[in-house]
Structures are given as C-alpha cells and as structure tokens.
C-alpha cells in the first residue's frame, strides 16, 4: 500500500513515518519543500520516498498525486505555529486553506480513490464557557486566532469535498500533541529547551513564559500518530473526530513538572512577546466518540512524554562541562 504523507519532514509527520514503516506492505512517500529541513527524517531518508512539492502551487501537487498515486494520504503540512498567524494571517489562510483545496482537487481530477486524513485542530473550538468541556466533536467553533480560522476552513472543505464529490475525507480534530522532535517555538519544547540549557549553564536559571494560566489537553505524539493511521483505518468517510487524552494541565503545572524532572532552581518571568491578542483558557477535549470506532487508547503517561522530550534536547545540545 502507497502512502503519502505531506509534511512529512515536520514533527508529527517523521513520527507518522516511523509508525507506518512498521507495518507490513506499506511503501511511505513524503512531500517537502525546497527550504525543508530534514533533521526530524534523516534516519528515514534510506526508507522513505521524497517528493518536492509546493502544496501551493496546484500543479505541483497535481503531479505528485499523478506519479505516486496513493492509496492513503495524511495532510498534516500547515502553517501550524498560532503566534505565527497573529503576525501571518494571510500566509496562514492562504498556505492552509489553499494547499488542502489542491490536494482535493488533484485527488478528484486524478480519479484515485484514496482514503485522506486531514490534521484538523482543537484551536477551532476557541472560545469554551468552562459548562462546556469536555469537548465533544458537537461543540461550536469559535477560532480565536487567524490559524483556528484557517483550521475550521480546512475542516469544513473536507467535509464539502465529501458531501460534494464522495471523497473519502476523515477529520481529525487533535488536541495538543508533543514530545521528542517537537518545535522549539512550542510551549512544551520551548521550556525544556530552556531548561537543558540551564542545565549546562548556557544561561542564567531563569524561564522566560507566556500565559500560564491557559489548560491544555496534552498526548504524546506517538499516540496521536496511532490516531491518525486508525482514523483512516476503521474511520468512517466524512466524520469529525476528537483525539485527546481527557485530562488538561495548566501551563503553570507543565512547567512544574519539566522543572521536577530536571532537579534545577529557577525564576520564572513573564515576556510579554509570548503573550497573544487572545488565548484559549482551557482545551479538554472527550474522544469517546473516536475510541468506541476505532478502539483507539492513549497509552504513553504524559511524564513520559516530558522525560523523552528533555532527553531529546539533551542529545541536541549534549552536555556542557563547567571549568
């Protein structure tokens, strides 16, 4: 079975690869872009299939469709950082939105029946009163930032793209994921970062924080990729469903926690350029609907999850010895 994966350099796309190369009879293709970097897949060039594509430019996306001629396909690329869409917006409406309508089309034009997952996002619900989690796939949408917006259009035109013209389109509505790998720019990522470098003393015991009285829902990657595969899988055509773990955390309490693994002493100071326009106070999200389809279980503790990710940092940046 040929699967392709756009994104596939990004975080959660080298871990889709990983586990989609340990199933029997499954040949993985990825797309990049000219700048991508390839340090999240560098001990998968040997095994996956890359093909450059700007998900922009309807043509080149036509042709890899064309050439691959894929059975499943996971759209995770995005614009996916949401400070970045405040400072972005039309680069997010325009990369997220456009990229998913050229991959349809491509799809449709190329009359291939290929199951397609599309990475949809928690952000869309945006505005939740607290008598309203946990979230279900029926609660409103109210996107509180320009990348919630561009999310809900990418949802809603898989949705259009199914009803329309029988595309079999599957909506994933993941709450937050991280672990090793995970972006730098990212809450979790950012603080242990931080945190390593305290460690060996490349600065001062101090950590820098946006909003920490924003709740989260967090699972590890590795169980969110599981998701994904099961999503085309067992999923039904046309469907929305939530992944999430069923448990929030204050960003205050991820901190904690990062800092209890480590052993460190540090200050915490507020930066005000991590600080958004609007935030989301608390993502909880209910994926009882997901599980009873595909019998789906998050299965890594989330302590795990902040273990790997400061160990990923510590082999990034290895250790410093102090004179």
């Not at 990983?18 to 970097?37: C, D, H, M, N, W």
């Not at 897949?41 to 093909?51: D, G, K, P, Q």
């Not at 350029?273 to 608390?282: C, E, N």
């Not at 998050?298 to 004179?323: A, N, Q």
Request: charged share 25%; glycine share 6%; proline share 6%.
């Amino acid at each position: 079975m040929r699967i392709l994966i756009t994104g596939i350099s990004g975080f959660a796309g080298s871990h889709l690869a990983e586990f989609a190369l340990q199933q029997p009879g499954v040949e993985v293709y990825g797309t990049i872009r000219k700048r991508s970097r390839l340090d999240n897949i560098e001990h998968l060039l040997s095994s996956v299939r890359l093909a450059e594509c700007d998900l922009r430019d309807p043509f080149s996306v036509k042709n890899v469709i064309e050439e691959i001629k894929p059975e499943w396909i996971f759209h995770l690329a995005a614009q996916s950082f949401v400070p970045t869409s405040w400072n972005a917006p039309e680069e997010t409406l325009t990369t997220n939105i456009l990229s998913e309508l050229n991959l349809f089309e491509a799809v449709r034009q190329a009359r291939i029946s290929a199951r397609i997952q599309i990475a949809c996002s928690s952000e869309e619900y945006g505005m939740v009163y607290p008598e309203e989690t946990p979230i279900t796939e029926d609660n409103p949408l109210r996107p509180l930032s320009p990348y919630g917006v561009s999310k809900v259009a990418q949802d809603l035109l898989a949705y259009q793209y199914y009803a329309s013209y029988g595309l079999h389109t599957i909506r994933t509505r993941a709450f937050n994921h991280t672990g090793p790998r995970r972006g730098e720019v990212f809450v979790t990522s950012n603080f242990a970062r931080q945190i390593v470098e305290i460690e060996n003393g490349l600065r001062e015991p101090v950590i820098f924080t946006g909003n920490l009285e924003a709740k989260r829902d967090f699972t590890d990657v590795r169980d969110m990729v599981k998701g994904y595969w099961l999503a085309l899988e067992k999923g039904e055509p046309g469907e929305v469903y939530v992944l999430a773990a069923g448990k929030a955390c204050s960003i205050a309490q991820l901190l904690n926690m990062l800092v209890q693994k480590s052993g460190i002493e540090i200050t915490v100071k507020t930066d005000p350029a991590r600080l958004r326009p609007s935030d989301v106070p608390v993502l909880l999200g209910d994926a009882g609907k997901f599980k009873k389809q595909t019998g789906w279980e998050p299965e890594i503790p989330f302590r795990k999850t902040l273990e790997d990710l400061l160990d990923y940092w510590r082999s990034r940046l290895g250790r410093v010895v102090k004179s």
